[in-house]
């Protein structure tokens, strides 16, 4: 029992820690700005599904945008996660690009 409490605790202690790295590296206006274009791209085929149906009324859109939905919504899938993850990485890319104009 002292064992899984202690496992608890330092997972607890990770998640915390990851957490803030999370809120550090997005504190910049640009980064914020990136997560929301990879948040909204990321959920386009919901948008563009629900709006396709209103317009042309196509069915199939609706039904493709709810199960898109229902999938990234789903309790063992990793939506932000990977969107942090994509935003950190062009974030990265942007810096890499910024640096080798700045020594040019």
């Known amino acids: 029992m002292e064992k899984i409490k202690e496992f608890l605790i330092k997972l607890k202690t990770k998640f915390i820690k990851f957490c803030k790295w999370v809120w550090q590296e997005c504190k910049d206006w640009h980064t914020v700005v990136i997560f929301v274009i990879v948040v909204a791209v ?7 599904g629900y709006l396709c149906h209103a317009v042309f009324g196509w069915k199939w ?3 493709m945008a709810t199960a898109y939905l229902a999938f990234w919504a789903g309790p063992f899938t990793p939506f932000f996660p990977l969107c942090i993850a994509i935003t950190l990485g062009i974030r990265r890319i942007v810096d890499k690009i910024k640096g080798k104009d700045n020594t040019e």
């Open 42 to 48: 990321m959920y386009s085929p919901v948008w563009g």
């Open 61 to 63: 859109c609706s039904v």
